[in-house]
């Protein structure tokens, strides 16, 4: 995408070495830099939502053109009307479309489309010009058969609580609209929520995964032993623990329910679920990305019966991901309970969540981590370990980096359908 900024050098120049002139051409130079510095955020923040939006209407235009026999110019006025309902849900604002254009290929079934976009640009106006700010995107897209399963590891501990918890909502409501919206059919994009504090709450899969037959709640915690780390299906020596009665430590049973892989169907359900966490609670972070590693695999399907199985391993066409969100330090881990001097319940969160994360990208999942205004060098060190690479580390500290950083995410995502 080509951004182009006009600025017109239209300064009064001193040259009578005034100092009063000298002084405001100063002044004047502060504001123009700090309204450039403005300006160059908004608009980069315009042409980031407008890409995702050129790239939401090039992938169902690609849909309807594989679906259906239309022309070129159909296709196009479909792509225009997919586009212009996509910019609206994302509120980018004051934006005109001067060009949108569709080109399609019958050989090899990718679908162009671009549009010339032109912003409103303060520092331009401050230079006296009536030009805006230029966007050129594009996207290519073709009806594809790779699919996606991602697991969204969410933080609703204590910390979350105010408009932590609502950003995280928003955030998290934005992949699910993304890249349901981006998918072209039911079960190519499928998506599951793994919620934690102190514990998961496994819902009505409870039974499934502890064989406990009734317990005072439906939460559970880490198993003990060589299995710890891996993502062996339940049962048998398998299954998950639960907390005694009475519970030890800082344990709590978060309201927040698992959601194993669902379809595209499912999103207003999906999006209802999210809106209606509640934080509170002790952060153990190994649970809850075991718990985002098991929603992706395929010895867990048994468990979540009326889902249908993650896919093996290796399916190709299938991607694998991970987000895994959390604002604090995970600061509980149950496994040495009953020891007569446990470690510290932070370090042996920190080594289980360690060898987690690597032994889940050994089976090829691609992890990505953010680390929401976390101010802790160790704890952001053992997030940007987890991983895959550091552009897959994000650190934002206001909720609208949050939200960013989410919607950054789902358009890599998207890219299994899309060609740039």
């Not at 998918?183 to 709450?201: C, D, F, G, K, M």
Request: glycine letters at 8%; proline letters at 5%; a negative charge.
């Amino acid at each position: 995408m080509r951004l182009s900024l006009p600025l017109k050098n239209s300064f009064v120049r001193d040259e009578s070495g005034s100092i009063a002139v000298f002084f405001g051409m100063s002044f004047m130079g502060l504001i123009m830099a700090i309204s450039l510095a403005i300006d160059t955020s908004r608009v980069l923040g315009v042409a980031s939502k407008v890409q995702i939006a050129l790239d939401a209407s090039a992938l169902a235009a690609a849909t309807y053109m594989s679906n259906t026999a239309v022309s070129d110019n159909e296709a196009k006025e479909f792509a225009k009307k997919a586009f212009d309902e996509r910019v609206k849900s994302l509120n980018i604002g004051d934006i005109t479309v001067k060009d949108f254009t569709l080109n399609s290929n019958s050989d090899t079934g990718y679908i162009n489309v671009a549009a010339k976009i032109v912003a409103p640009s303060i520092i331009a106006q401050l230079a006296g010009d009536t030009e805006t700010a230029n966007l050129t995107p594009t996207a290519t897209a073709r009806n594809s058969d790779n699919r996606v399963e991602l697991s969204m590891v969410l933080d609703v501990s204590g910390s979350m609580a105010g408009s932590r918890l609502q950003s995280l909502k928003d955030a998290a409501k934005i992949v699910v609209d993304l890249l349901y919206d981006n998918a072209p059919h039911e079960n190519q994009t499928r998506i599951a929520l793994a919620p934690y504090a102190s514990s998961v709450n496994a819902g009505p899969y409870f039974a499934n995964v502890t064989d406990e037959p009734s317990h005072y709640d439906t939460c559970v915690i880490e198993r003990r032993g060589a299995l710890v780390t891996t993502a062996e299906g339940p049962g048998g020596g398998a299954y998950l623990e639960v907390m005694e009665d009475p519970p030890l430590y800082a344990y709590g049973c978060p309201a927040a329910e698992v959601v194993p892989l669902s379809g595209k169907s499912q999103k207003e359900h999906l999006k209802s679920i999210i809106d209606s966490y509640q934080a509170g609670g002790a952060t153990a972070g190994h649970i809850g990305t075991a718990w985002g590693w098991y929603m992706l695999s395929t010895g867990w399907g048994p468990a979540f019966p009326g889902h249908g199985y993650p896919a093996i391993p290796e399916d190709k066409k299938v991607s694998k991901h991970i987000i895994i969100m959390t604002d604090g330090v995970s600061n509980t881990a149950y496994t040495e309970r009953d020891e007569v001097t446990p470690r510290p319940m932070g370090d042996v969160s920190y080594e289980m969540f360690g060898e987690i994360c690597t032994n889940m990208k050994d089976t090829g999942i691609t992890v990505w981590t953010i680390a929401f205004d976390l101010n802790d060098a160790a704890a952001q060190q053992h997030l940007s370990d987890c991983a895959s690479s550091q552009d897959n580390v994000f650190t934002p500290d206001t909720n609208e980096e949050l939200e960013s950083a989410f919607m950054q995410v789902a358009q890599n995502l998207s890219r299994v359908y899309l060609s740039n």
